[in-house]
């Protein structure tokens, strides 16, 4: 599904921020991305999002060389991707329910096609009872499960997560990455999951994609 190839990338003429990137992604699987600060987790994440096209290298995703694809075709791509950040990113003028089915909104479909898809995604992550609710009504951990939510909502192959636990208790974050590992066993969606948090580590045994000064090894 994903495999990067002696990847580098510097921005402008600065120093190379990774080097000589490579590995493999398998559909299903679920990955942990670790590093310290500065270590380029966002900038890979970057990549894998197609935000961000290598300085050199070779990245394939779904069977496609994406450093020869021009803007239309990427878009395309991208909408087999989806991404949880930090911050949760909600629309505070939207309920619960209107943030979750924002994607589908866009992708034109309309909301007697996708409102029992939403109300279920909803029920499953907890949240049925909060999908009128704005986001300055809900907690830390209610937001992040609609933002996860929002972004499996239109079944993207691959989900990629900036660091989700960074804004809540040791208790949420394990709660958050069980409900990552369900979407990934129920709906066999390819996770990529960035964290600093070594106790995740310790208790989720999923392999790891360690950098560390822009360079990348594997732990299984």
Same mark, same amino acid.
């Given at each position: 599904?994903?495999?990067? /190839?002696?990847?580098?990338?510097?921005?402008?003429?600065?120093?190379?921020?990774?080097?000589?990137?490579?590995?493999?992604?398998?559909?299903?699987?679920?990955?942990?991305? $670790?590093?310290? /600060?500065? +270590?380029?987790? $966002?900038?890979?994440?970057?990549?894998?999002?197609?935000?961000?096209?290598?300085?050199?290298?070779?990245?394939? @995703?779904?069977? !496609?060389?994406? /450093?020869?694809?021009? !803007?239309?075709?990427?878009? !395309?791509?991208?909408?087999?991707?989806?991404?949880?950040? !930090?911050?949760?990113?909600?629309?505070?003028?939207?309920? $619960?329910?209107?943030?979750?089915?924002? &994607?589908?909104?866009?992708?034109?479909? +309309?909301?007697?096609?996708?409102?029992?898809?939403?109300?279920?995604?909803?029920?499953?992550?907890?949240?049925?009872?909060? @999908?009128?609710?704005?986001?300055?009504?809900?907690?830390?951990?209610?937001?992040?499960?609609?933002?996860? #939510?929002? +972004?499996?909502? #239109?079944?993207?192959?691959?989900?990629?997560?900036?660091?989700?636990?960074?804004?809540?208790? &040791?208790?949420? /974050?394990?709660?958050?990455?069980?409900?990552?590992?369900?979407?990934?066993?129920?709906?066999? $969606?390819?996770?990529?999951?960035?964290?600093?948090?070594? &106790?995740?580590?310790?208790?989720?045994?999923? &392999?790891?994609? +360690?950098?560390?000064?822009?360079?990348?090894?594997?732990? #299984?």
């Amino acid at each position: 599904m994903i495999e990067f /190839s002696d990847v580098g990338l510097r921005y402008g003429n600065g120093p190379e921020i990774l080097k000589d990137v490579s590995f493999s992604i398998e559909p299903g699987s679920f990955h942990f991305l $670790t590093g310290p /600060s500065g +270590a380029g987790k $966002t900038s890979l994440l970057r990549l894998l999002l197609l935000s961000l096209r290598p300085s050199r290298g070779r990245v394939t @995703m779904f069977d !496609q060389d994406v /450093s020869h694809l021009d !803007q239309d075709s990427l878009l !395309q791509l991208r909408r087999h991707i989806g991404i949880v950040f !930090q911050e949760f990113r909600l629309l505070d003028h939207l309920t $619960t329910f209107e943030n979750v089915a924002l &994607p589908l909104r866009v992708l034109g479909q +309309a909301e007697s096609e996708y409102r029992p898809n939403v109300i279920e995604l909803l029920e499953w992550v907890g949240l049925g009872e909060r @999908m009128h609710a704005l986001p300055s009504l809900l907690s830390g951990g209610e937001k992040q499960r609609a933002a996860i #939510a929002r +972004a499996v909502i #239109a079944r993207p192959k691959v989900l990629l997560a900036d660091e989700p636990t960074g804004n809540v208790d &040791p208790e949420l /974050s394990d709660r958050l990455v069980h409900l990552f590992a369900e979407l990934n066993r129920t709906l066999g $969606t390819t996770i990529i999951l960035a964290t600093h948090e070594l &106790p995740l580590l310790e208790r989720f045994a999923y &392999p790891r994609m +360690a950098l560390n000064k822009g360079e990348l090894t594997i732990h #299984a």
